[in-house]
Nanobody
Framework: QVQLVESGGGLVQPGGSLRLSCAASRSIFSFYSMGWYRQAPGKQRELVATIPSRSSTYYADPVKGRFTISRDISKNTVYLQMNSLKPEDTAVYYC??????????????WGQGTQVTVSS
């Protein structure tokens, strides 16, 4: 079983920055991809950014140019640097690890979530 532990959430003013961390219980390079999702109250969970093990990073349009996803393989950790935060970025942020299985199927693992609140 894979464990993902997020940290770094909190309350920040508009225009501020936060860095989220996601520590995995095993090598993150063993996953097809790692990523961050978020879910605001009353809304569906949405993709924020992904960092596949063997291709380029992806960012959702609302966060392009403001958020940066990165990883430290030696620490089995993925980060999400969030700059120029806006109130609409307020959500619970979830770390995701996607494992590639036989037959082109995948399995998703999730962290417990960390709250990010952007408010003055």
């Amino acid at each position: 079983q894979v464990q993902l532990v997020e940290s770094g959430g909190g309350l920040v003013q508009p225009g501020g920055s936060l860095r989220l961390s996601c520590a995995a219980s095993r090598s993150i390079f063993s996953f097809y991809s790692m990523g961050w999702y978020r879910q605001a109250p009353g809304k569906q969970r949405e993709l924020v950014a992904t960092i596949p093990s063997r291709s380029s990073t992806y960012y959702a349009d609302p966060v392009k140019g403001r958020f940066t996803i990165s990883r430290d393989i030696s620490k089995n950790t993925v980060y999400l640097q969030m700059n120029s935060l806006k109130p609409e970025d307020t959500a619970v942020y979830y770390c995701n690890a996607r494992q590639s299985l036989v037959g082109a199927t995948t399995r998703d693992y999730w962290g417990q979530g960390t709250q990010v609140t952007v408010s003055s």
